[in-house]
């Protein structure tokens, strides 16, 4: 039995050996090492540019990773990130009151270690350049010196070079504060910024017990480095202290970067489907071409079972080698790619992880055996009697279970690259129905034509051309089918890198809100808006803001112990900022529930909230309101459009609740910077007012967008060309059945010429079908993309249409010129004969 199975897996390395010989798996060995080099190369630069994007927007948080906490950092934290090879500094912050002779004001007061920012730049204007140009900081507040924004020494009335007292200390006045790449949205802490070295907060005597200090370790390094820290400090951090990273410490921040990573996943996983269809086209020429040798290797007594060992004995060697040569080639190009994409988005690239180069193996193999499998079962199962008989094709056979694994392995394969299983559900299930409605729109179409050609007597190309394509009826929804599916990849890689991405860019308004004005009083509200409309800006809507702590859900006391989550544990700890209104916010959508009742005491919260918190439509919320027991009902769950920068809050109430409640009011609106000068002559006229300025952050945003941008035109044009060429071969696949019928319509009389218009009017029909319904197919699936993965509307637009039904005639018409020249060089004999 062992010595059996031995031959049999020798018999199948010698048909690999014999057949590449023979040029019958180079088509196939193409199409492999071509999809998993576009694999690989995609999955290489996407973990690269992925990297690169998540290191460079850690500047919103000063690094890589921030551990905060009320009390002091304990020293082995920061002890051991050193012993791990990462870098820190360290920051305490707290509001505090900056004086002098004259005044007095609530400043945000930054102390600063050696190092910090970690990760970006602060950029200050130097009191002694009469250019007051911005540049970057080279370094932290000298001691005895303080920078500030321009904000402070404006309420202060001062000029750089005076003094401030800070405490019991007097600082001077070196810099302007113009950017701080870490100072985020928060609305505990808002008032302006006044840094000074952290070597001279003891002399300040500010920080005392009791204090609300917020003291904060910043830590750097390479991603593995980072993920280790996190990974020890996880297990370290008790209650009070808190892990930040930069997707969880922003909202806006995550928003952009998830939809980056979705757009990189969407190229490799159109790569795929790219590969699935060569792969599947390569494979049935083979087994087209090998039925006679398996028919005589049946007559000379080999039995199904021994000839279908050899022939995935030849298939995997063949899979492990092509995926092999595939990746190295990967690696090869995207190195050469990296060369490009570092000078575009004007940043180092991280070095690659090893992940890729299993996609790729797993790809080829996967893809190898889920679409080479339905036609190669076939394969042993060839009568002997093929050896007489030549239109012998066996009984009919059962490939289902063939193809469920095939279609299986394929979505495993897709949602292992992709790492999303909606977007993965999304995309194969749209090309699986469009697969379909494709085969049965063929069927019907060549029914049509079959009609047609009969009153197409009066001419002998056309009639030619009808006459084969409804004679090969199979063979047609094959091509159609094949086609369509590869045009229709193609253009959703172009509906993507043009519509999609628009769309995604354009989910940021370009006026949208950069900036809050906060501490707005009851009374004020309706003269700051007037004094706002003098200066020529207009406040979005003025929110009132109560601060209230989250007691109790369903009369059980809020413990964060509780959760295991530590956002959960955060949330739990917190103060929130609550708001009431009669009217759904425009950034905001009701997901489930409803909306409030003004006159009820309800609650409709944020949707990540209420799952991080596990809260659901019915439950009751009480809320510690300066010393008073709010209770609400939740009546909705709301999504929060964070993108859109408005005023936004997790938790809004009805009015009824909070009509008694304390509040301060906020309001957003956009300040283009030739109208700045008149928003600071409104705070000269309401100094009580704190503004916060994130046209910084927006900034930072936009900048993190734009390199995504870039990085994925490169990757899509990659992408594209890896398509081409495997289109290419897909459509070579119909080669030899082309070649054979010319031959016999040469032997029966037809002209070159006759042959040629033929050729050219059938490819012409079958290249502009295909194109029409693979633009309808993309169409639909990147609507669905849009609407169920990206969540930004997707505009209507003709160009798909036109060029899909452009690009199927040119490549049809392409691959048929090739075949028919390759035929006219074929003597009509030789050709008859090889095929009896």
């Not at 970057?136 to 070079?161: C, K, S």
């Not at 080639?329 to 190195?335: C, I, Y």
């Not at 990849?489 to 308004?509: K, P, V, Y």
Request: glycine letters at 8%; one cysteine or more.
């Amino acid at each position: 039995m062992h010595a059996g199975i031995v031959s049999i897996v020798r018999f199948g390395l010698r048909s690999l050996r014999r057949d590449w010989r023979s040029g019958e798996l180079r088509l196939l060995a193409l199409a492999l090492v071509t999809a998993v080099t576009a694999v690989t190369s995609v999955g290489f630069l996407a973990d690269r540019v992925g990297g690169a994007l998540e290191r460079d927007s850690a500047q919103m948080l000063g690094a890589d990773l921030a551990v905060r906490s009320a009390d002091p950092i304990p020293s082995p934290f920061g002890q051991r990130a050193l012993e791990l090879g990462l870098t820190t500094a360290q920051t305490v912050q707290f509001p505090s009151m900056a004086g002098t002779d004259s005044t007095m004001q609530l400043a945000s007061l930054k102390a600063v270690s050696p190092g910090y920012p970690l990760r970006g730049q602060l950029r200050t204007v130097d009191g002694t350049d009469p250019s007051g140009a911005a540049h970057p900081a080279d370094g932290i507040p000298a001691p005895g010196t303080a920078w500030a924004d321009a904000q402070l020494l404006n309420q202060l009335d001062i000029e750089p070079g005076q003094d401030v007292t800070l405490g019991e200390a007097s600082f001077t006045v070196a810099r302007i504060i113009t950017y701080e790449p870490d100072r985020g949205m928060e609305f505990v802490n808002v008032a302006p910024r006044i840094m000074i070295n952290m070597s001279d907060l003891p002399a300040t005597g500010l920080v005392a017990t009791g204090s609300r200090v917020r003291h904060q370790l910043l830590v750097a390094g390479s991603p593995a480095q980072v993920q280790r820290y996190q990974d020890w400090i996880s297990e370290k951090v008790v209650d009070g202290q808190t892990i930040s990273t930069p997707q969880t410490s922003r909202p806006q921040l995550r928003s952009a970067l998830t939809r980056a990573e979705q757009f990189l996943q969407l190229v490799a996983l159109l790569t795929v489907m790219i590969a699935a269809v060569a792969v599947a086209l390569a494979t049935r020429r083979y087994t087209l071409r090998h039925r006679d040798g398996i028919a005589v290797m049946r007559c000379l007594g080999a039995s199904r079972r021994q000839l279908g060992i050899s022939l995935w004995v030849e298939f995997l060697a063949l899979g492990l080698i092509t995926s092999a040569v595939g990746a190295l080639a990967g690696f090869a190009v995207h190195e050469g790619l990296v060369l490009v994409v570092s000078a575009w988005l004007d940043t180092s690239l991280p070095p690659a992880t090893l992940e890729p180069v299993w996609q790729g193996l797993a790809a080829g193999l996967l893809l190898l055996m889920g679409f080479a499998l339905p036609p190669l079962a076939a394969l042993p199962k060839v009568a002997p009697a093929r050896v007489l008989r030549r239109d012998d094709a066996g009984p009919p056979l059962r490939r289902w279970p063939s193809y469920a694994f095939g279609v299986a392995a394929f979505f495993a394969l897709t949602v292992w690259i992709s790492g999303d299983l909606r977007l993965s559900s999304v995309v194969t299930g749209g090309f699986a129905v469009a697969l379909v409605l494709f085969a049965l729109t063929a069927h019907a179409l060549v029914a049509v034509l079959g009609r047609l050609r009969h009153r197409a007597a009066g001419h002998a190309a056309l009639r030619f051309a009808l006459a084969g394509l409804v004679r090969r009826r199979g063979l047609t929804v094959t091509q159609l089918c094949a086609l369509s599916t590869g045009l229709m990849i193609l253009l959703l890689l172009a509906i993507t890198r043009t519509d999609l991405l628009q769309g995604w860019q354009g989910s940021l308004e370009p006026d949208a809100p950069n900036t809050f004005l906060i501490n707005i009083q009851p009374e004020q509200r309706s003269s700051v808006q007037a004094r706002l409309k003098e200066e020529g800006l207009q406040a979005v809507t003025f929110s009132p803001m109560i601060r209230g702590r989250l007691v109790a859900i369903s009369d059980k006391a809020v413990n964060a112990d509780d959760y295991k989550d530590a956002r959960a544990q955060r949330m739990a700890k917190r103060e929130f900022n609550l708001s009431y209104t009669d009217t759904l916010p425009d950034s905001n959508e009701t997901t489930a529930g409803r909306w409030l009742d003004p006159q009820a005491h309800e609650a409709s919260l944020e949707t990540g909230l209420a799952a991080t918190l596990g809260i659901a439509v019915g439950d009751t919320l009480t809320f510690d309101v300066a010393g008073r027991d709010v209770k609400v009902a939740v009546v909705g769950l709301r999504e929060v459009d964070w993108d859109s920068f408005q005023t936004n809050f997790f938790a809004v109430l009805s009015p009824a609740a909070l009509v008694d409640a304390p509040a301060s009011y906020i309001t957003s609106l956009h300040v283009p910077p030739e109208q700045a000068a008149g928003l600071l002559a409104v705070l000269r006229d309401f100094p009580n007012l704190t503004l916060f300025d994130i046209g910084s952050l927006l900034g930072q945003v936009q900048h993190v967008l734009d390199q995504v941008v870039r990085a994925v035109q490169l990757l899509f044009l990659f992408t594209v060309i890896a398509g081409v060429l495997v289109l290419a071969a897909a459509l070579a696949a119909t080669r030899d059945e082309r070649i054979h019928e010319v031959a016999i319509l040469r032997a029966l009389g037809a002209s070159r010429r006759q042959l040629v218009a033929a050729q050219r009017i059938e490819l012409l029909i079958v290249g502009g079908l295909a194109g029409l319904l693979a633009a309808g197919g993309a169409v639909a699936v990147a609507g669905l993309l849009a609407r169920l993965v990206f969540e930004f509307p997707l505009a209507w637009s003709w160009w798909p249409w036109v060029a899909g039904i452009g690009i199927g005639i040119a490549a049809s018409l392409l691959g048929g010129t090739l075949a028919l020249a390759g035929v006219l060089k074929t003597p009509p004999l030789v050709s008859l004969r090889e095929a009896t």
